[in-house]
């Protein structure tokens, strides 16, 4: 895994790099393939194409594996890899609208591998990757204008999970904790006490997630740490009546990857098809029929990114590319 940035750990970078290379570096650590980059996968194309091109701006550093969440007409980008692939503690805010960004705090505790949701005038950011092998269980808040403040703990350390907001309730997929892909989903109104609700049918880490009204959906995911075997399986948490099901089956298996809601359609952007493939696909799922279909392509195949939609458009920020360096990119999402 990539530990976090201290003084008496620079002399391990080498080592991170190393355990990046590697199918598993144990918790917030990297379970990507270890092939080669592909673009998009064998579906068939739809009609209203989604259009994807490079913003002519970039952010002021590559991060990868970060959280970002909508903040009114801007987008704040927290904690992740950074370029030399350690944990960041950096909070940036950044106006799409022109590409300026501004400081906006410090995390209390660096992570990557982390899932975050808006909660009001604060961000929450649970567990992470960090120096510790099985990361962290921390809860932070991170407001605006204000310190970040470490506010609670999930039951046991997370990274590489996934969460959602439905109403003023969190609720967190899967992930790792540092032994095993955990299955529980819990919810939260307040990032201090967790109830669980149920366990995924297929535990994964590494997942994508959207809501779409009062339903969840996780898609894909690293659901074999030991033998890196992706799943394509659809996965979905039923607000309404708490039920957890799996609902349908991606074309191909997929990890590594981020999804938005633009326009009412659920997009998954990049991420490694087939096990294997760094992709540049964008698929379009359908939650009335389970129907995957190719919607487009990303400028580049690109994987561990973060994804947010501000206004009409959608924004893929940072990731990882075919050299698996964090990126500084950030590309933007519209209907065509």
Not at 40 to 59: E, H, R
Request: aromatic share 4%.
């Amino acid at each position: 895994m990539e530990r976090v940035r201290r003084p008496w750990l620079r002399v391990s970078v080498v080592a991170g790099l190393v355990c990046l290379a590697a199918v598993a570096c144990g918790g917030g650590g990297d379970d990507t393939p270890t092939t080669s980059s592909a673009g998009a996968t064998s579906t068939t194309a739809a009609a209203d194409a989604i259009q994807a091109v490079n913003a002519p701006w970039t952010l002021p550093e590559p991060v990868a594996r970060e959280v970002v969440v909508a903040t009114g007409k801007e987008f704040t980008v927290v904690g992740g890899l950074d370029a030399t692939k350690f944990s960041t503690a950096s909070v940036v805010t950044v106006d799409p609208s022109t590409g300026v960004s501004r400081a906006a705090g410090t995390l209390a505790v660096a992570v990557h591998d982390a899932a975050g949701v808006r909660s009001g005038n604060q961000i929450l950011v649970f567990g992470g990757g960090g120096p510790s092998e099985s990361g962290t269980a921390d809860v932070q808040a991170v407001p605006r204008g204000g310190a970040t403040t470490v506010i609670g703990a999930l039951p046991g350390p997370r990274s590489d999970h996934v969460a959602a907001r439905v109403g003023a309730t969190t609720y967190v997929f899967g992930g790792y904790d540092g032994a095993g892909i955990v299955a529980d989903v819990l919810a939260t109104t307040d990032g201090v006490t967790f109830t669980k609700v149920g366990n995924l049918p297929v535990p994964v880490r590494y997942p994508a997630v959207a809501v779409v009204g009062k339903t969840v959906y996780v898609f894909g995911g690293v659901s074999n740490s030991q033998a890196g075997i992706d799943t394509a399986t659809v996965q979905r948490l039923d607000v309404a009546t708490g039920a957890i099901d799996t609902v349908a089956t991606l074309p191909t298996s997929l990890s590594h990857a981020s999804a938005i809601v633009l326009g009412g359609q659920v997009l998954l952007l990049g991420g490694y098809v087939a096990n294997t493939e760094l992709s540049a696909q964008i698929l379009r799922f359908d939650p009335a029929t389970g129907a995957a279909t190719i919607a487009g392509a990303l400028p580049a195949p690109v994987s561990d990114a973060a994804a947010v939609v501000v206004g009409a458009r959608g924004y893929l920020v940072g990731g990882q590319g075919a050299d698996r360096a964090p990126l500084a990119s950030v590309t933007v999402i519209s209907a065509a």
